[in-house]
C-alpha cells in the first residue's frame, strides 16, 4: 500500500505532505507528464505513467504527456505524434530516441529531449504541476530548473537509482567526477520536490541517506499490469505456437539488462540439453539481449527459446504458460531498482524462482509467503539441484504455491488501489484542480 516512509527510516519528519512552501505561481490547471518512454512502448516505466496519466484524465483533470516518438528499445517503432488518450493529450517529440546499441546516439536523444521538455515548460501557459519518472534518469533536472524559474511543483517517481545503478553495474567509478556531479544533480532534484514515490523500504533508504525527508516520501509499490485471474486449462496457444506442449517450462519474461543478470540461469540450463522435459524461455528485449541469444547459439542450446517482446493483449496467455517465473536482480542493486517482473509473475499464479540477494523486496515476500525459492547468482550447481527438486514436485504443489501468490496479490498489491493512491497523493501534492466541466 502507499504510505510515507517514516522515522525509521530517516530519522527525522512526519507522515504527511508538506506543500506549503510550494505553492505554485501559475494557474493549477494544467499537468504534464515528461516521460521518454510511454504506452504503447513496452517499456514499464512509459506505461506506468500511462496508467497514471489516463486516471488522473478520468477524474477530470487536464494532462498532457511529452514523450518520444520513436520507441525506447525498437526506435524502428513510431508512434503518432498527437493522441488523446482517454482524455489525456499525448504529444510525442521528434529526434528524441535512437535505440541502446549506440551510446552517442542514446546521450543525444536523451539531450533533445531534455532541452524539448525545459522549452516546452517554459512556455507552456497555466501549468499546474510537472511529474517525472526516470525516463530519461535526468529529466529531473530540467523539471527542477522549471520549479526554480517558474514556480511550478513539480513530483518524482523514483523507478530506479542513478548513478548507484551505474556503479553496482561497474559502469561508473565510486568516487569518480562522473558520480560526483550526478549525485549534485540527484540531490538538487530531491531538494525541488514536492512529494517523492519510491517503490520499496530499500529504495526510500538510500533517499532518505541522500537528504530526502519523510515528510514529501512516500513508499506505493507499482502495480501489476495484469489482472490475476485463476490458472487456465490447457491447451496453451503459446505452448503450441512454440511446440512446448509436454514441457515443463522456466520463463523469464521483462527487461534483459546487467541489472538483471541472466548468466547463472543459462549455466543451469546447459546442465539440462538432454533433458527432453525441461525448457527456459527468454522474453524481453535489453542491452543483455544479445549476450543471451550469442550464449544460446555458442552453447547449442536446444532447449532454451529466446523471443522479442510479446504483444501486450497476450501477455496474459504467455505468462500462463509458464510452470516457473524467474525473477532477476544483480547482487549490489536492493534499493536500486525494483524487480517489478515478480507481480506478473503472482498475476499469472505461478511459483516464483527468484536469482538475488538476500535481504531484498523479493527475498522479504519469500520468506513471508510460499510462493517459491531463492538462490544467489554464481550458485550454478544449487540452482541446477533446485530445479531438479522443483520438477519432482507434485503438480499439486506448484498450483498452490502459485494459489497463495495471486491471493497474495489480491491482498496486499490490490492494482486498481495501488494507482488511486498514488494518483490522490499526487493531486494533492501539487494541489491539482479539475478542469471546469462543460454545462
Not at 556531479?181 to 541522500?210: S, Y
Not at 504467455?318 to 524487480?339: F, M, N, Q, W, Y
Request: proline residues 8%; contains cysteine; positive net charge.
Amino acid at each position: 500500500m502507499l504510505r510515507a516512509a517514516g522515522p525509521a527510516l530517516c530519522g527525522a519528519g512526519g507522515h504527511t505532505l508538506n506543500t506549503e512552501k510550494r505553492k505554485p505561481k501559475t494557474d493549477p490547471c494544467l499537468l504534464l507528464i515528461f516521460s521518454q518512454t510511454f504506452a504503447p512502448d513496452p517499456a514499464a516505466v512509459g506505461q506506468y505513467m500511462a496508467d497514471v496519466a489516463v486516471t488522473l484524465a478520468g477524474r477530470g483533470y487536464r494532462v498532457r504527456v511529452y514523450a518520444a516518438q520513436r520507441g525506447y528499445d525498437d526506435n524502428r517503432r513510431r508512434y503518432p505524434r498527437r493522441e488523446n488518450m482517454q482524455g489525456a493529450d499525448i504529444r510525442r517529440l521528434a529526434w528524441c530516441s535512437f535505440g541502446k546499441r549506440k551510446m552517442a546516439l542514446r546521450l543525444f536523444g536523451t539531450a533533445s529531449f531534455l532541452l524539448q521538455c525545459f522549452c516546452i515548460g517554459l512556455l507552456t501557459r497555466r501549468v499546474g504541476g510537472i511529474f517525472f519518472s526516470t525516463s530519461p534518469p535526468l529529466i529531473g533536472f530540467t523539471a527542477a530548473w522549471l520549479h526554480k524559474l517558474r514556480g511550478i511543483p513539480v513530483a518524482y517517481w523514483a523507478m530506479d537509482l542513478n548513478p548507484d545503478q551505474l556503479i553496482a553495474m561497474g559502469l561508473l567509478r565510486p568516487g569518480g567526477w562522473q558520480a560526483r556531479w550526478l549525485e549534485r544533480m540527484n540531490r538538487f532534484i530531491l531538494k525541488q520536490a514536492v512529494v517523492i514515490f519510491v517503490l520499496d523500504r530499500f529504495m526510500a533508504r538510500r533517499l532518505c541517506e541522500r537528504g530526502a525527508g519523510a515528510g514529501r516520501m512516500q513508499v506505493a509499490p507499482p502495480w501489476s499490469r495484469e489482472t490475476p485471474t485463476a490458472a487456465p486449462p490447457r491447451p496453451n496457444a503459446f505452448r503450441a505456437q512454440w511446440g512446448l506442449q509436454d514441457k515443463f517450462i522456466f520463463m523469464y519474461s521483462g527487461n534483459h539488462s546487467p541489472a538483471n543478470p541472466l548468466g547463472t540461469l543459462l549455466a543451469a540450463a546447459e546442465q539440462f540439453t538432454d533433458d527432453p522435459q525441461v525448457s527456459f524461455v527468454f522474453i524481453g528485449a535489453g542491452l543483455a539481449k544479445p549476450e543471451v541469444n550469442e550464449v544460446i547459439r555458442r552453447k547449442h542450446l536446444m532447449n532454451v527459446l529466446s523471443l522479442p517482446w510479446q504483444p501486450r493483449e497476450h501477455l496474459a496467455e504467455v505468462h500462463a504458460a509458464a510452470d516457473v517465473h524467474v525473477v532477476s536482480l544483480g547482487e549490489k542493486l536492493t534499493g536500486v531498482i525494483h524487480p517489478c517482473k515478480v507481480y506478473s509473475a503472482l498475476a499469472a499464479g505461478r511459483p516464483v524462482l527468484f536469482l538475488g540477494p538476500t535481504p531484498s523486496y523479493v527475498s522479504d515476500l519469500l520468506a513471508a509467503h510460499p510462493i517459491g525459492w531463492q538462490v544467489r547468482h554464481g550458485q550454478v550447481g544449487s540452482l541446477v539441484e533446485l530445479i531438479r527438486q522443483i520438477r519432482a514436485t507434485p503438480p499439486e504443489r506448484l498450483a498452490e504455491m502459485g494459489r497463495q501468490g495471486r491471493q497474495l496479490l489480491q491482498e496486499r498489491f490490490p492494482p486498481e488501489l495501488l494507482r488511486e493512491q498514488l494518483c490522490s497523493a499526487l493531486a494533492t501534492a501539487l494541489r491539482l484542480e479539475k478542469a471546469a466541466r462543460p454545462n
